[in-house]
């Protein structure tokens, strides 16, 4: 068997080279969640290998990696949340709850999952109490625990409710000199900030509105605090909204209680907030700045507003997007992530002293950076060939400390990028994923894929995200058994822009992206390697939904797709992110989106699709893989299913991953041979 392993053969004039199984494209070592300590030399991430997670961390001057824990299943149990006590290190092991209270447990362990902190010391773990969101004080750590904030006290390793109040409470942030605690109590329509002066044991809502306040932070003497403020928006989802009533950044003096506008974006574009992928989304700085991200120019920007003065200035002039922020431990400078200069990676930059420093660049991707507070700088980054690892950057140089090993890089093909243009004229890119030693003559199957989110953009290389690092391993594995992949970076995503990201008619308001679905499929059957009769497609969540548009509207085109976890009807997963959402009240948007949904045209389905679906989902409900399932077969066309009991949106368990992908593969091999 294994020397058949190490051959190719070519069926029908499909070339399928078989060096490497589905198991070792995505064999690789995922890291994530890196953090550094504040003035120590020391940082830490955590490192899913094939499902078993575990937290890692290297000490200056080597920067050897070290694993700190020694867990040993694919449970399905997350790690995340890292935080540094001295040299030790806190960390959250589990998934929050769904709505009915329900912990995630895909591993079906008999004795049922929960969200916990843990201390890992000397690389021994010892867990200390359910909750999440921890955060030091001295020798006390408060936490989030059932929407309530308590403290576990590490002298008598007891965990107490600090106090009560009413709403949801996060975002803790601890004022420097320790004496008071920020938190958000959202409630629902509106959101507070929050004061729990640790002195007088109170607390107070220093300037409560309708609004929604969110990311609160510190002024360097502790004695202001801004917060980012954003009208309640009861507009519906998954439609355009280029502008909406402005969002602002509100500043208030902790001593008198007065507070004032700060800054309050412009009308009209960029009016409507649109966030980092960081933890915060205001920075303040040692010379008493804020900077923070605003789309005044059509592009995800960092501006900077003094607190004594309220006008914004642009930090990060031109056409590419922010999406990665840190800030130093002395405030002095932030490190960030874009596509600057280059609209397929991410690399990154650095703004100091009112400049920009471009700090890696070429053909690697680079993300999620951080500083130790030594001079030190570190970053998670990947390539088009090797899977994300933690890296050092040094003056022009970027060294692993921590890499996937014995990963068949050699197996991989690098993507093209490709541009074409849809019927309405929207330009979109794609990555053209080519098998090797594909003769000029030859004719293949291929494939369209489509990421979710749709808030997402692909990468010439490993994403930075879980979800489509499995993705991008997929479609490197299916080039590699012959197949064209052709990875479309659709209207309504990221990395492009905002009038790009919010497409005049995309999703539930007139799925103006179904353009680019035929777009892409065109683009493949003209392309001189491929059979014409033999393209299918494939997609997770929003990439599901596309799916199922394509096979139900241009059966024609598409011969067969793999849906994973897509969605069926607009209506219900509006009500799933708006449980206040009726249908009834909004009866011309309800048809629109119903329009715009697989659901309108079940009656022109033909192709065949397989089905893909965790039970748990929480983002797509497994409803709609329920009602599919259904309406197809009252159309009698032919699907199969794939359903995992208890697994969530994005799989926890790395095995569902290789199931989900090989049932995928096996379909595309029977219905495109």
């Given at each position: 068997?294994?020397?058949?392993?190490?051959?190719?053969?070519?069926?029908?004039?499909?070339l399928?080279?078989?060096?490497?199984?589905?198991?070792?494209?995505?064999?690789?070592?995922f890291?994530?969640?890196?953090?550094?300590?504040?003035?120590?030399?020391?940082?830490?991430?955590?490192?899913?290998?094939?499902?078993?997670?575990?937290?890692?961390?290297?000490?200056?001057?080597?920067?050897?990696?070290?694993?700190?824990?020694?867990?040993?299943?694919d449970?399905g149990?997350?790690?995340?949340?890292?935080?540094?006590?001295?040299?030790?290190?806190?960390?959250?092991?589990g998934?929050?709850?769904?709505?009915?209270?329900?912990?995630?447990?895909?591993?079906?362990?008999?004795?049922?999952?929960?969200?916990?902190i843990?201390?890992?010391?000397?690389?021994?773990?010892?867990?200390?109490?359910?909750?999440?969101?921890?955060?030091?004080?001295?020798?006390?750590?408060?936490?989030?625990?059932?929407?309530?904030?308590?403290?576990?006290?590490?002298?008598?390793?007891l965990?107490?409710?600090?106090?009560?109040?009413?709403?949801?409470?996060?975002?803790?942030?601890?004022?420097?000199?320790?004496?008071?605690?920020?938190?958000i109590?959202?409630?629902?329509?509106?959101?507070?900030?929050?004061?729990?002066?640790?002195?007088?044991?109170?607390?107070?809502?220093?300037?409560?509105?309708?609004?929604?306040?969110?990311?609160?932070?510190?002024?360097?003497?502790?004695?202001?605090?801004?917060?980012?403020?954003?009208?309640?928006?009861?507009?519906?989802?998954?439609?355009?909204?280029?502008?909406?009533?402005?969002?602002?950044?509100?500043?208030?003096?902790?001593?008198?209680?007065?507070?004032?506008?700060?800054?309050?974006?412009?009308?009209?574009?960029?009016?409507?907030?649109?966030?980092?992928?960081?933890g915060?989304?205001?920075?303040?700085?040692?010379?008493?700045?804020?900077?923070?991200?605003?789309?005044?120019?059509?592009?995800?920007?960092?501006?900077?507003?003094?607190?004594?003065?309220?006008?914004?200035k642009?930090?990060?002039?031109?056409?590419?997007?922010?999406?990665?922020?840190?800030?130093?431990?002395?405030?002095?400078?932030?490190?960030?992530?874009?596509?600057?200069?280059?609209?397929?990676?991410?690399?990154?930059?650095?703004?100091?002293?009112?400049?920009?420093?471009?700090?890696?660049?070429?053909?690697?991707?680079?993300?999620?950076?951080?500083?130790?507070?030594?001079g030190?700088?570190?970053?998670l980054?990947?390539?088009?060939l090797e899977?994300?690892?933690?890296?050092r950057?040094?003056?022009?140089?970027?060294?692993?400390?921590?890499?996937?090993?014995d990963?068949?890089?050699?197996?991989?093909?690098?993507?093209?990028?490709?541009?074409?243009?849809?019927?309405?004229?929207?330009?979109?890119?794609?990555?053209?994923?080519?098998?090797?030693g594909?003769k000029?003559?030859?004719?293949?199957?291929?494939?369209?894929?489509?990421?979710?989110?749709?808030?997402?953009?692909?990468?010439?290389?490993?994403?930075?995200?879980?979800?489509?690092?499995y993705?991008?391993?997929?479609?490197?594995?299916?080039?590699?058994?012959?197949?064209?992949?052709?990875?479309?970076?659709?209207?309504?995503?990221?990395?492009?822009?905002?009038?790009?990201?919010?497409?005049?008619?995309?999703?539930?308001?007139?799925?103006?992206?179904?353009?680019?679905?035929?777009?892409?499929?065109?683009?493949?059957?003209?392309?001189?390697?491929?059979?014409?009769?033999?393209?299918?497609?494939?997609?997770?969540?929003?990439?599901?939904?596309?799916?199922?548009?394509?096979?139900?509207?241009?059966?024609?085109?598409?011969?067969?797709?793999?849906?994973?976890?897509?969605?069926?009807?607009?209506?219900?997963?509006?009500?799933?992110?708006?449980?206040?959402?009726?249908?009834?009240?909004?009866?011309d948007?309800?048809?629109?989106?119903?329009?715009s949904?697989?659901?309108?045209?079940?009656?022109?389905?033909?192709?065949?699709?397989?089905?893909?679906?965790?039970?748990?989902?929480?983002?797509?409900?497994?409803?709609?893989?329920?009602?599919?399932?259904k309406?197809?077969?009252?159309?009698?066309?032919?699907?199969?299913?794939?359903?995992?009991?208890d697994?969530?949106?994005?799989?926890?368990?790395?095995?569902?991953w290789?199931?989900?992908?090989?049932?995928?593969?096996?379909?595309?091999?029977?219905m495109?041979?």
């Amino acid at each position: 068997m294994k020397a058949l392993l190490n051959v190719f053969f070519i069926c029908s004039g499909f070339l399928i080279f078989a060096q490497k199984g589905l198991d070792d494209f995505l064999s690789y070592s995922f890291p994530s969640h890196l953090t550094a300590a504040d003035h120590m030399g020391k940082i830490a991430w955590v490192v899913n290998e094939k499902g078993i997670r575990n937290v890692y961390s290297a000490q200056a001057p080597a920067y050897k990696a070290v694993k700190e824990t020694q867990y040993s299943l694919d449970d399905g149990i997350e790690i995340s949340q890292l935080l540094f006590y001295g040299s030790d290190l806190i960390f959250v092991r589990g998934s929050a709850p769904n709505r009915e209270g329900e912990f995630p447990n895909p591993y079906l362990d008999v004795q049922g999952t929960d969200q916990a902190i843990f201390l890992s010391s000397n690389k021994r773990v010892q867990k200390l109490t359910e909750g999440s969101g921890p955060l030091l004080r001295g020798e006390v750590m408060c936490f989030i625990n059932k929407g309530q904030i308590y403290e576990y006290d590490f002298t008598d390793k007891l965990a107490r409710q600090l106090f009560t109040t009413r709403g949801q409470i996060g975002s803790l942030r601890l004022s420097p000199d320790e004496n008071k605690l920020a938190f958000i109590s959202n409630r629902g329509d509106h959101a507070f900030l929050g004061i729990y002066d640790f002195n007088d044991q109170s607390i107070t809502y220093p300037d409560p509105t309708v609004d929604i306040d969110s990311d609160p932070v510190w002024s360097p003497e502790s004695n202001q605090i801004a917060v980012l403020r954003r009208p309640y928006d009861p507009r519906l989802m998954f439609i355009s909204k280029l502008a909406a009533q402005p969002f602002s950044i509100r500043l208030i003096n902790i001593e008198d209680g007065e507070s004032k506008t700060l800054w309050q974006a412009d009308e009209g574009k960029g009016s409507a907030f649109y966030g980092l992928s960081s933890g915060q989304q205001l920075f303040w700085m040692l010379n008493n700045e804020i900077i923070f991200p605003w789309e005044k120019e059509g592009w995800l920007h960092l501006y900077a507003v003094s607190t004594k003065e309220g006008k914004a200035k642009l930090l990060t002039p031109g056409n590419f997007e922010i999406q990665y922020v840190s800030q130093s431990p002395d405030r002095s400078f932030l490190l960030f992530s874009s596509n600057r200069g280059d609209l397929n990676r991410q690399h990154i930059g650095q703004w100091k002293d009112s400049k920009i420093t471009q700090i890696t660049k070429g053909k690697g991707i680079e993300w999620s950076p951080v500083s130790d507070g030594l001079g030190n700088n570190f970053a998670l980054g990947s390539s088009g060939l090797e899977p994300a690892a933690v890296k050092r950057l040094e003056q022009g140089k970027i060294n692993n400390i921590f890499s996937s090993e014995d990963y068949p890089s050699s197996d991989l093909t690098l993507p093209e990028a490709v541009i074409f243009s849809a019927a309405d004229g929207v330009k979109i890119h794609g990555q053209l994923f080519l098998p090797k030693g594909l003769k000029t003559d030859q004719k293949n199957p291929a494939l369209l894929f489509f990421h979710g989110g749709s808030r997402r953009q692909m990468l010439l290389g490993f994403h930075h995200r879980d979800y489509y690092h499995y993705a991008y391993a997929m479609n490197q594995y299916l080039a590699s058994k012959g197949y064209l992949v052709l990875s479309v970076n659709y209207r309504s995503g990221t990395g492009y822009g905002l009038k790009f990201r919010e497409a005049l008619n995309y999703g539930a308001g007139g799925n103006s992206e179904f353009n680019d679905v035929l777009a892409a499929g065109l683009f493949l059957q003209n392309h001189p390697n491929v059979e014409v009769t033999k393209i299918g497609l494939w997609g997770g969540s929003y990439g599901g939904y596309l799916t199922a548009m394509g096979l139900a509207r241009a059966s024609d085109m598409f011969a067969a797709g793999v849906d994973i976890h897509g969605v069926m009807n607009w209506n219900v997963i509006i009500k799933n992110f708006m449980p206040s959402y009726e249908a009834l009240e909004h009866l011309d948007f309800a048809k629109l989106a119903y329009d715009s949904s697989p659901i309108a045209y079940m009656d022109t389905w033909r192709s065949p699709v397989l089905l893909i679906h965790g039970d748990d989902d929480r983002n797509v409900p497994f409803s709609e893989s329920v009602d599919k399932i259904k309406a197809l077969r009252e159309e009698k066309v032919y699907y199969e299913q794939l359903v995992f009991p208890d697994e969530v949106h994005g799989f926890l368990l790395h095995r569902s991953w290789i199931d989900a992908y090989k049932a995928t593969v096996d379909f595309f091999d029977r219905m495109l041979e």
